[in-house]
């Protein structure tokens, strides 16, 4: 997993509450076990239209928003399915931070994972950053993790909280495969006790 870095981008308002993984990353979509491809679906019930064709209406379609990095989010974002899926769609498709008042338990934990940042904001500061990155002019955020604050166009810092472990996790890039091979040794030291002190559960050849 890449290591989290600062971010200074656009933050696209998307304030839809009870948004579920299904409609993150459609089920017919899931057909990939890699974490590359799923950006294109993002979305897709109502980034598209029957036709096919982009839903002008919908906030990541809109030229200035098609580039977002950043995601503010309704409340309850990502409830539904636990699919890892929705949060490899939404990182193939370039959104890095989200920020909302509520996640759902499952995703918000998939997000870590994967190297995506949620932040969780009271109510007063997520309605302040949604009506300002709905003006163009203002849209960009810089998002220190390091520091734990978001910075607006308007020079106002709203910091925010995180458990430090997972705030370490991101910030060096380890995700749980990296967890497991930090352990290794220990694996295989294990397994070479056990074959010692239980042969016969040792798988015979032929």
């Given at each position: 997993?890449?290591?989290?870095?600062?971010?200074?981008?656009?933050?696209?308002?998307?304030?839809?509450?009870?948004?579920?993984?299904?409609?993150?990353?459609?089920?017919?979509?899931?057909?990939?076990t890699t974490r590359k491809g799923l950006g294109k679906d993002l979305f897709s019930y109502i980034r598209f239209n029957d036709d096919?064709?982009?839903?002008?209406?919908?906030?990541?379609?809109?030229?200035?928003?098609?580039?977002?990095e950043i995601l503010v989010t309704g409340k309850n974002f990502g409830c539904g399915s636990s699919r890892e899926h929705a949060v490899?769609?939404?990182?193939?498709?370039?959104?890095?931070?989200?920020?909302?008042?509520?996640?759902?338990?499952?995703?918000?934990?998939?997000?870590?994972?994967?190297?995506?940042?949620?932040?969780?904001?009271?109510?007063?500061?997520?309605?302040?950053?949604?009506?300002?990155?709905?003006?163009?002019?203002?849209?960009?955020?810089?998002?220190?993790?390091?520091?734990?604050?978001?910075?607006?166009?308007?020079?106002?810092?709203?910091?925010?909280?995180i458990l430090p472990y997972l705030k370490k996790n991101l910030l060096e890039g380890i995700d749980d495969i990296t967890k497991t091979?930090?352990?290794?040794?220990?694996?295989?030291?294990?397994?070479?006790?056990?074959?010692?002190?239980?042969?016969?559960?040792?798988?015979?050849?032929?």
């Amino acid at each position: 997993m890449e290591k989290f870095k600062k971010i200074v981008g656009i933050a696209a308002p998307f304030t839809r509450i009870n948004v579920d993984t299904d409609l993150i990353i459609p089920a017919e979509n899931l057909k990939t076990t890699t974490r590359k491809g799923l950006g294109k679906d993002l979305f897709s019930y109502i980034r598209f239209n029957d036709d096919g064709k982009e839903n002008e209406k919908f906030i990541l379609n809109q030229d200035h928003y098609k580039d977002s990095e950043i995601l503010v989010t309704g409340k309850n974002f990502g409830c539904g399915s636990s699919r890892e899926h929705a949060v490899w769609a939404l990182k193939d498709f370039g959104i890095k931070c989200l920020i909302g008042t509520e996640f759902a338990d499952i995703f918000y934990n998939n997000c870590f994972k994967n190297g995506v940042l949620p932040i969780i904001l009271d109510s007063k500061n997520v309605d302040y950053i949604i009506k300002l990155v709905s003006f163009k002019e203002k849209s960009k955020l810089e998002i220190d993790l390091k520091e734990q604050f978001i910075k607006t166009v308007e020079n106002k810092t709203i910091n925010f909280d995180i458990l430090p472990y997972l705030k370490k996790n991101l910030l060096e890039g380890i995700d749980d495969i990296t967890k497991t091979l930090e352990k290794e040794k220990l694996i295989d030291d294990y397994e070479i006790n056990t074959k010692k002190k239980y042969p016969w559960l040792e798988k015979k050849n032929g």
